[in-house]
């Protein structure tokens, strides 16, 4: 006969939203030391990762998972074994889906960030072999001005990283888009365990890149050029899904603080916004690779496309009409509803949808000039040098 204290199998779980303390990561909401056992849990921002004691009491846990309204952990992607000699690290990083990372022999150290910290972390490009990386080698960083916000935001305390020693029997659960760094700090071979599930993140990403682009292969180059101005444009001012009024101060970067709002054509409120992103993402992503050892020979690539770009990408680059502007903000928009339809299982901030957004551009972009291209299209959008004409209603 089944135990009636038994909580049900998670696939028996029936969700909603999820509640507002099902935000908090679990091991934060037990009694557990930062740094040493039994001390008290007290965390530098909200919802950060905390050191789990191997004693910890594990009854919370799978009450709140056995919860009908909050199911942070379902659908496993996979399951990864780690591990490390002495003196091994990995580059600080994030992952899209839950990571619940149990340690079973040695010692692993972790360097942690929140998502908040992401526009201080310079994440590599997406067409980068190392995007979801920071460019930060955090054993190293270069003195200003390279990183110069990363600096900045860390002798302000902005910035202010936590640091957890996890030994045989601990468990750290980092939820999607934390930023960590792992590494080997003791004499003895590390060996853990990290299990990764399906999170609204992971749900997002998947919807975001299976959107079409508004345009086939036939299109003009010409034209193409100009319809990648005005989609991007559109993307780049999208807000978060889900954003009221009462949380529209969280996203007062982007142009859209009302649904619907991008779905008319172009504006001067929305195109600065948009605009705003870009030159972010280009500051964050592109300026400091010149810095990169791995990337030798890059400055020189990227100067020549650049003006390659100049001188036969932007000059016959044609505009669209206004009512195909308007299409094109509408497809645009689309993508915002199509999130906002999703079953949500937790909430999506503002910061992991900025990070979702621009890696989007960087696609889009990609996908309608070449990788080549990328960095030197997203400048001419974001600047906004005129076109030189119109092509026709579509």
């Not at 992607?77 to 990372?101: C, M």
Request: aromatic content about 8%; overall charge positive.
């Amino acid at each position: 006969m089944r135990d009636s204290r038994r909580p049900p199998p998670l696939s028996r779980c029936r969700g909603g939203r999820p509640p507002a303390n099902c935000h908090q990561p679990w091991a934060a909401r037990q009694a557990c030391g930062e740094s040493g056992r039994g001390s008290d849990c007290r965390l530098p921002w909200r919802g950060a990762p905390t050191r789990c004691r191997s004693d910890c009491r594990l009854p919370p846990l799978r009450r709140s998972l056995a919860s009908p309204s909050c199911r942070p952990f379902i659908r496993r992607l996979e399951a990864n074994f780690w591990a490390g000699v002495p003196g091994i690290s990995s580059p600080l990083h994030y992952d899209a889906a839950h990571n619940v990372f149990v340690q079973l022999r040695g010692l692993k150290r972790f360097v942690l960030f929140p998502p908040e910290a992401s526009p201080h972390l310079f994440v590599y490009p997406r067409v980068h072999p190392s995007t979801r990386q920071s460019q930060l080698d955090l054993r190293s960083v270069p003195p200003p001005p390279a990183f110069l916000g990363f600096h900045h935001r860390l002798a302000t305390g902005d910035l202010r990283p936590l640091e957890v020693v996890l030994g045989p029997g601990d468990v750290l659960y980092l939820p999607p888009y934390f930023w960590h760094r792992a590494s080997v700090p003791a004499n003895e071979t590390s060996i853990s365990l990290g299990v990764y599930s399906q999170s609204t993140a992971v749900a997002v990403y998947e919807v975001l890149k299976t959107h079409p682009l508004p345009w086939d292969a036939s299109l003009a180059p010409s034209l193409r050029r100009g319809a990648l101005r005005e989609y991007v444009l559109g993307v780049a001012g999208l807000a978060p899904p889900g954003l009221d009024y009462s949380s529209a101060g969280e996203a007062a970067e982007f142009s859209c603080a009302v649904a619907d709002r991008c779905s008319c054509p172009a504006d001067g409120v929305h195109d600065a916004a948009a605009r705003r992103l870009l030159a972010a993402l280009l500051e964050e992503r592109f300026v400091n690779l010149a810095r990169d050892v791995s990337s030798r020979g890059l400055p020189q690539l990227a100067a020549a496309a650049a003006e390659e770009w100049r001188r036969e990408g932007a000059s016959a680059a044609r505009a669209p009409s206004g009512r195909l502007a308007g299409k094109l903000r509408a497809h645009a928009q689309q993508l915002r509803w199509k999130v906002e339809a999703m079953p949500a299982r937790e909430r999506l901030t503002a910061s992991i949808w900025r990070m979702e957004i621009s890696s989007l551009v960087e696609d889009i972009t990609c996908a309608a000039v070449g990788p080549r291209y990328v960095e030197a299209a997203i400048r001419w959008i974001t600047h906004g040098e005129s076109l030189t004409s119109s092509f026709g209603e579509t």
